[in-house]
């Protein structure tokens, strides 16, 4: 049980390049996140799927694209890469958990992105 | 819509003291969930304790407890015998059901030896 796995851990683009953020879950969780955190400051929601097969804007999806390609996965893609979309990016999934009766969200190890 | 505020951004105690970091919420619902998460310079965001409404005890993990006030919307989180260890950031977060989490600003945490 790997919990929430995220590729790659680091990456360096240039700007205008494109690339695609992978994150996967195990825990059969319905629920998947995507949140950008910069220095200093908490976590705001990029985009968000509550299920398979839908997705919606969180705080600060301009400049994203996500695809939830199956319950496990849920990719995020920058088309057009800014210097403003430096940070650490994190991946999430959330269900309920049985044994404790409560829902868990669980975070994945996050991929630190540098736009030059 | 529910907010979370965390009203301390950084904190700084001796090792072996107690420390509390404050935590208050805005919501009109009765059944919800809140979560203590801790963020240590490695990034990895890990969950410390949960609490859910309907219930009337204070949640307990070993050296982490909180003080769950429902009527004052307040969730404040105290660290027992304090190690260095428990340096980081503490983010303080709210959801309902299914719903979305919603963070607090987060409280950087400082543990001097």
């Known amino acids: 049980n790997a919990g929430v796995t995220q590729t790659p851990k680091f990456q360096v683009l240039k700007t205008g390049q494109s690339m695609t953020l992978q994150c996967a879950q195990d825990m059969n969780h319905n629920s998947m996140y995507w949140y950008r955190q910069d220095p200093g400051m908490g976590l705001r929601l990029i985009y968000y799927?509550?299920?398979?097969?839908?997705?919606d804007k969180g705080e600060v999806p301009n400049g994203y694209n996500v695809s939830r390609l199956n319950k496990r996965e849920f990719s995020l893609r920058l088309e057009s890469a800014a210097p403003s979309q430096t940070s650490v990016y994190f991946c999430?999934?959330?269900?309920?958990?049985?044994?404790?009766?409560?829902?868990?969200?669980?975070f994945g190890p996050g991929t630190r992105l540098t736009v030059t | 819509a529910q907010t979370v505020t965390q009203s301390q951004p950084e904190m700084s105690v001796q090792e072996a003291e107690t420390v509390t970091l404050s935590c208050t919420y805005d919501?009109?619902?009765?059944?919800?969930?809140l979560f203590w998460y801790k963020q240590p310079p490695s990034r990895q965001m890990i969950l410390v304790i949960r609490?859910?409404?309907?219930?009337?005890q204070n949640a307990t993990e070993n050296r982490f407890s909180v003080n769950f006030q429902k009527a004052a919307k307040s969730f404040s989180l105290k660290i027992s015998d304090s190690q260095l260890g428990d340096t980081a950031m503490y983010f303080c977060a709210f959801v309902r059901g299914a719903q979305k989490l919603v963070f607090g600003q987060g409280t950087r945490l400082t543990i001097n030896p």
């Open positions: 999430a999934s959330r269900g309920r958990d049985e044994r404790e009766n409560s829902y868990e969200q669980y």
């Open positions: 799927s509550a299920s398979e097969g839908t997705t």
């Open positions: 919501t009109s619902e009765n059944n919800y969930y």
């Open positions: 609490q859910e409404a309907y219930k009337q």
